[in-house]
């Protein structure tokens, strides 16, 4: 197993890591700067006073040790084979997250999507217009669709029709080969494209994605084990149209949209689990089963996302909108340790709150195994004061360096746990800074699709942290430009006839009719009087409804006239 160093030397190109530079600073927050938020949110304030059991510790004093075996197995599942070579080799890493399962299973909600559309629509004229000549789509149409979507991440056109243009200022030859999809076939993908069944929708706020969203977390925890330090934090999908449960957080780069909750692997920022913000009552069954009910929402956040990894000894690393000192000791008595900054009023001992530090100075505070810190740092803005928890470190400070304004080069002694905390914090930053320039964000009213792509894009990081670990040398952005071709260029021809007849998807003629022939429901031909006849339904007139209908269909014996929708395709399911 390669060392440390050297594993975390293959992330610190520019298109996969963000410096953390900015992770001491934001840190060394004043207190109360997010009281409004945690209001909103209905945090829970937690007081600890002095109590015998919290004790002032010195600096290399610490009598305490919380050095714990970690039992977890980091890396790809044992049962899965590596190739040879990774260069040359990166679709077996792709196909390992955007499994064929997962793209079934986006073929048949969005083809169910389609036939919906015609069984709602009682005439022809009611259909929209890309759904008229529609037909079912493939796998490998689903897996060209994924493949542009990542495309106009790595190309940015002001218009989805640019692609295609003509124009030599926007015209993009991958997209005029014939494996790639046409324009007009990609708008019509896109139209029905679903991530659940809408034959059967069930309640909830993310009804529409849940079923994806599900397949998703099983790729990403059952492939792969992250290493001993994972960090929680938030995240922001950009989305501006109505929603219940829209999030505004103007801290965040987007400042409106979609809410995730993610669970990263420190050093690379593989995505191990994630859990969408949604509304109250779907919130409050995180940490369902686990038996937490005496934690707050933000600290059963955290407990959701490691339910998986519990009792392994795994440190998780948090900020102060999760850490408090209850859920320090919950996930004490569950085998996990916690490193985080936390707020004064959830958990620090009043002894460490009312003791006076100069600049650069720090104290510690044990109760059992949790270690409180308190820590006063010099900025160029003034001195700043941070607290934090750590169940998995030991009261001691360690030299570091700095470079004052001016060049001036200095060296302050800093809690260890500080140092620590900024170096593993920055799992969720590290994903969010090399999948943010290349997210697709066009503006859109279903705000499913934005998650989805979103999380889609994710899934191709994933797969390129494992192909780099076995060897690989391609950058993010080179892995993701591969990606797309593996996805458009190598799945078959793209470009299709359509039939020019309005009407629903195609259907089989019936058993022992035959050879299979396509059938399409058409009008029925004018009459000598220029008058389109209207027939009774023979589906309706065997269940005793007299419904008529100006449809037929000119492929059956008889020529039937049949209702467009749900008579259409029970005639067609049964021998006549």
Sequence with gaps: MESENEYAEIFTDDDSLESLDGIEDEIMEEEGEEAEEEEEEGMQTEEVGDVPEWQFVQAGMDAVSNEAEFLGTPGVRPDWRPPASADGNEEEFLRLYLTDGIIASVKTWTNRRAWKIFEECADEEQLPKLVKNWKDCTDDEVRKLFGIVLLMGLDKKPEISSYWSQDPVFHCSFLSMPNALSRDRFKQLLSCLRFYDCTDVQEGPLAKIQPFLHQLQRVCSNNYMPRQHISVDETLVLYKGRLLFKQYIPTKRS????????????????????????????????????????????????????????????????????????????????????????????????????LQLRPTAAAFARNGEVLAC??????????????????????????????????????????????????????????????NPYLASRK????????????????????????????????????????????????????????????????????????????????????AANVRPRNRCRVCSENRIAKKTVYICPDCPGVPALCIGQCFRNWHSQPH
């Design 255 to 354: 400042r409106y949209g979609v809410k995730l909750y993610c669970l990263c692997e420190s050093e690379t920022g593989y995505l191990w689990n994630f859990a969408v913000h949604s509304t109250e009552h779907a919130n409050a069954q995180f940490g369902l089963g686990l038996e937490c009910g005496g934690l707050s929402i933000s600290e059963r956040i955290v407990a959701e996302l490691c339910r998986e990894l519990l009792h392994m000894n795994y440190n998780v690393f948090t900020d102060s909108w999760f850490t408090s000192h209850r859920l320090a000791v919950w996930l004490l008595a569950n085998g996990t340790r916690l490193t985080g900054t936390v707020r004064s009023n959830r958990g620090v001992p009043q002894l460490l709150q009312q």
């Design 374 to 435: 308190k820590f006063v740092d010099r900025k160029s803005s003034g001195t700043k004061t941070v607290y934090l928890l750590d169940t998995a470190g030991q009261a001691a400070c360690v030299n570091v360096p700095r470079v004052r304004r001016g060049g001036e080069q200095q060296v302050i002694a800093k809690p260890v746990t500080v140092v620590t905390y900024s170096k593993s914090m920055g799992g969720v930053d590290r994903m969010d800074s090399a999948a």
């Design 444 to 527: 859109t009213l279903r705000w499913f699709q934005k998650l989805a792509f979103y999380l889609l894009l994710l899934l191709v990081r994933n797969s390129w942290i494992v192909y780099r670990q076995h060897g690989g040398t391609k950058t993010f952005v080179a892995f993701l430009r591969k990606a797309v071709s593996i996805l458009v260029e190598e799945t078959g021809r793209g470009r299709r006839h359509f039939a020019v007849r309005a009407g629903r998807p195609a259907a089989v003629g019936p058993a022992g009719d035959g050879p299979a022939v396509q059938h399409l429901p058409t009008k029925a031909p004018l009459n």
